[in-house]
């Protein structure tokens, strides 16, 4: 490959694209000199600015991940993710219904439930609760329960009438394993003076913490056949049917097939629907959170662009010289190019090693600022969970990382050409 030399219009032989010679130039461009010092400030904020950008961009696409799957998992883990519930206040032959509806296939586990709200108090303090009536063979499926007891036990659940409580609750109660926690329901028997509330006192006989806040500050499990006689429904008949699928994602196509399989008088409700507006929240709050941050890496990346120009303008004397040697168009191109592009390359390789060492550490992080602090980082009552959590998608981790690459390499392009572009003579015209 020639390249024509515009001062004597002799050929010259180019070099390799690439060359050794030309890496050497432009990693000694990156080093500047004193005189230079400013062109150096632009280009390490560029590089400041493209690392904490693909950082924060990974950090916090993680961490939204996280949410919505421990959140998912949490919510799912005990609502199902269908529920089958009656036009009127009740499901009447719940285990024929049941049995009928597990023989779907694709269909893992229904549970019948009988549910209601309730005022719970103790000496310690009262407060809402939702209260869900369950055989105990059903509450050991719940796994976000039975295998997150914190004291007491579920054996011999259906013979007793004793509670399973979450840990908030028993807290802000102020009761433990054994203690008498006395419900309140509204909906109790008709006198000629009105509706009187219905009261009756239970025993704590485990306390569960799923780790969602919201579950553990409201959730009173009690056996089924309690439940039935405490809200007064027949010994046939609950409020719901719990239904689980294989793939929750696919819960709209078994809409049919559960609601021929129930029977008339029966309603489908799938786990879309009841949190439909919370997920689509945190879908749109993920997306502009990542159309914001992405201009961090857009501002890294015109910082570049302002740096090389002016470094342009500064070696102006030295292409000029370069060009009158015989260096061709195409290597002052290159030479440019990846003084530029190592700018970019290297702070998106830093911010993805940053990043994803954050995510990975990130609930110690958190739990050592707030001990530096002295301050609660991550509220239970106001994020639901208890711990942070963060998960890495690794499709997600390469498009930003190809983003950052992408931006990096396109803002060397118009200064590495404007260089290219440059007339030694005008070049040396004043010099």
């Not at 150096?40 to 950090?59: Q, Y």
Request: aromatic share 8%.
């Amino acid at each position: 490959m020639a390249d024509v030399n515009a001062e004597n219009g002799l050929k010259v032989k180019a070099t390799k694209p690439f060359s050794p010679f030309e890496w050497m130039l432009s990693l000694r461009y990156l080093r500047a000199r004193r005189r230079e010092g400013f062109i150096s400030v632009i280009a390490g904020f560029s590089f400041v600015g493209i690392m904490l950008g693909v950082a924060t961009l990974i950090i916090v696409m993680s961490v939204m991940n996280g949410f919505r799957i421990e959140l998912l998992d949490k919510i799912l883990g005990l609502n199902g993710h269908m529920m089958v519930r009656g036009y009127e206040q009740s499901l009447d032959n719940f285990d024929q219904r049941a049995e009928a509806i597990r023989a779907v296939p694709g269909v893992t586990s229904v549970i019948p439930l009988v549910e209601g709200q309730v005022m719970a108090n103790s000496r310690g303090g009262a407060g809402g609760a939702l209260v869900r009536g369950l055989r105990e063979s059903d509450v050991r499926k719940l796994e976000p329960v039975s295998q997150n007891i914190r004291s007491g036990t579920l054996d011999g659940f259906d013979e007793g009438t004793g509670l399973a409580i979450g840990s908030r609750m028993a807290a802000s109660l102020g009761v433990w394993v054994g203690d008498t926690v006395t419900l309140l329901s509204p909906n109790g028997a008709v006198t000629p003076f009105g509706t009187t509330p219905r009261v009756r006192a239970y025993k704590v006989a485990a306390i569960f913490e799923v780790g969602m806040s919201e579950y553990d500050a409201s959730f009173v499990f009690m056996p089924l056949a309690e439940a039935q006689n405490f809200f007064k429904v027949s010994e046939d008949a609950v409020t719901a049917l719990e239904v689980k699928i294989q793939d929750p994602d696919e819960v709209r196509d078994f809409i049919v097939p559960v609601s021929q399989a129930a029977g008339q008088a029966a309603q489908i409700y799938t786990w879309e629907q009841l949190n439909q507006s919370f997920f689509n929240a945190l879908q749109v709050e993920r997306n502009v959170m990542f159309l914001i941050l992405t201009l961090i890496l857009l501002v890294a990346s015109l910082n570049i662009i302002s740096g090389l120009i002016m470094l342009v303008k500064d070696k102006g004397r030295d292409i000029a010289v370069l060009r009158t040697m015989g260096v061709t168009r195409g290597a002052v191109m290159r030479v440019f190019f990846i003084t530029g592009a190592s700018i970019g390359v290297v702070g998106t390789l830093a911010g993805f090693a940053i990043g994803v060492l954050f995510c990975l550490n990130i609930e110690s992080l958190r739990q050592g600022l707030s001990a530096l602090l002295g301050v609660e980082l991550f509220s239970p009552e106001i994020y639901f969970l208890t711990r942070m959590p963060a998960v890495v998608e690794p499709n997600e981790v390469m498009a930003v990382v190809g983003m950052s690459l992408f931006l990096s390499i396109v803002a060397t392009l118009y200064p590495s050409w404007r260089a290219a572009s440059l007339d030694p003579v005008e070049a040396l015209r004043y010099e």
